[in-house]
C-alpha cells in the first residue's frame, strides 16, 4: 500500500506547454514535500520542496501548489522543454528525519 | 567533487550466489540509505543507516544486508539473491535531519 499516490505515470506535452503532476498523500505526520528529478541512467536529485504552511513554491519555471486540507499537493513545469524530459518523484517526509516516502514516479517527455 | 558512488553499474548473477554493491560518499555524510526502484513503484527504502554501526530496516529489507563500518562506506549486500530482487539499486546519503538526499548512479541487477 503506496502512503504516497503519484499519477500520471507518463505524460507528452508539446515544447511551451505546461506539465502537471499530482500526488496524494495518506499521513498527516508528513509535513516536508519534495520533488525529485531523474534523466535516464543517473540517480534522482533534489528538484524543488516545500512545507505545508504555504500554499505555493516557485522556482523559476516549477511551481509546487499545496492543499493541505485535501492532502494533495502538485508539480507545474511551465514552458515545458525538451531538457524537461525525465522521470519526476514526488516524496513526503517528517522533516525531523531523513526518512522519504515516494510516489511511483511520473515519466514526462517534452517533444520539440 | 561531492558524489556518491556505486559499484558494480550493472550486474548480472544467478539465484543464489552471493553478491555485494558497494557505496562510498566523500561528503562526510552520517545518513546513507539504499533503496530499490521498480516500475510504478517509485522508491522504496531498503535499510538506512544514521551513523557508523548504526542501521535499520526500511520498508523492503527482506533478503537484503548492510553493514557501516566506516562513515563513508555502506555496502549492500544479497546472501542468497532471488529473481525478486531484480532491480535498479540506488544508494543515497544526506546530513542528519534533511530530507536533501544525494543519490548515486544506481546498480542495475537482474537475477537470473
Known amino acids: 500500500q503506496q502512503q504516497v499516490k503519484q499519477s500520471p505515470q507518463s505524460l507528452i506535452v508539446q515544447k511551451g506547454g505546461i506539465s502537471i503532476i499530482n500526488c496524494a498523500y495518506e499521513?498527516?505526520?508528513?509535513?516536508?514535500f519534495p520533488w525529485y528529478q531523474q534523466f535516464p541512467g543517473k540517480g534522482p536529485a533534489l528538484l524543488i520542496a516545500?512545507?505545508?504552511?504555504?500554499s505555493e513554491k516557485k522556482e523559476g519555471r516549477f511551481t509546487i501548489s499545496f492543499n493541505k486540507s485535501a492532502k494533495q499537493f502538485s508539480l507545474h513545469i511551465m514552458d515545458s522543454q525538451p531538457g524537461d524530459s525525465a522521470t519526476y518523484f514526488c516524496?513526503?517526509?517528517?522533516?525531523?528525519?531523513?526518512?522519504?516516502?515516494f510516489g511511483g514516479g511520473t515519466r514526462v517527455l517534452v517533444k520539440p | 567533487e561531492a558524489q556518491v558512488t556505486q559499484n558494480p553499474r550493472y550486474l548480472i548473477t544467478v539465484t543464489g550466489k552471493k553478491l555485494t554493491v558497494t557505496c562510498s560518499q566523500n561528503?562526510?555524510?552520517?545518513?546513507m540509505s539504499w533503496y530499490r526502484q521498480d516500475p510504478g513503484l517509485g522508491l522504496r527504502q531498503i535499510y538506512y543507516?544514521?551513523?557508523?554501526?548504526?542501521?535499520d530496516k526500511g520498508d523492503v529489507p527482506e533478503g537484503y544486508k548492510v553493514s557501516r563500518k566506516e562513515k563513508r562506506n555502506f555496502p549492500l549486500i544479497l546472501e542468497s539473491p532471488s529473481p525478486n530482487q531484480t532491480s535498479l539499486y540506488f544508494c543515497?546519503?544526506?546530513?542528519?535531519?534533511?530530507?536533501?538526499?544525494?543519490f548515486g548512479p544506481g546498480t542495475r541487477l537482474l537475477v537470473l
Open positions: 516524496a513526503a517526509a517528517k522533516a525531523a528525519g531523513n526518512k522519504l516516502t
Open positions: 543515497a546519503s544526506s546530513l542528519p535531519g534533511s530530507v536533501n538526499q544525494y
Open positions: 516545500i512545507r505545508p504552511d504555504v
Open positions: 499521513n498527516t505526520a508528513f509535513d516536508y
Open positions: 543507516s544514521m551513523n557508523v554501526e548504526v542501521t
Open positions: 561528503m562526510n555524510h552520517e545518513y
